[in-house]
């Protein structure tokens, strides 16, 4: 992996760019559209651009509903992990 540049504002990550060593464009990933659940600043819309030699791929996902520490589920991620 190569360099990472990020920018921000207001102390918000506005974008991420990801390069390989050779310093080629790998992917970038802009964040918008911010709400704030339970006192942190969460994105609900993220473009992804990943690029590759045959051009590029676009790939948004969307965030509704957004909960943080959301009580009542944690059966859901209490498990062991596997040994190595």
């Known amino acids: 992996m190569g360099k990472v540049i990020m920018s921000n504002l207001d102390k918000k990550l506005q974008a ?16 918008k559209n911010y709400i704030n659940v339970s006192g942190c600043e969460i994105p609900t819309e993220i473009t992804q651009i990943n690029y590759h030699d045959q051009g590029q791929n676009y790939q948004v996902t969307s ?4 909960v943080i520490n959301e009580k009542g589920n944690e059966i859901i991620y209490d498990y062991k992990l596997p040994d190595l």
């Open 16 to 31: 991420i760019a990801f390069y390989n060593p050779n310093n080629d464009l790998l992917s970038k990933q802009f964040y």
């Open 63 to 66: 965030y509704k509903n957004v």
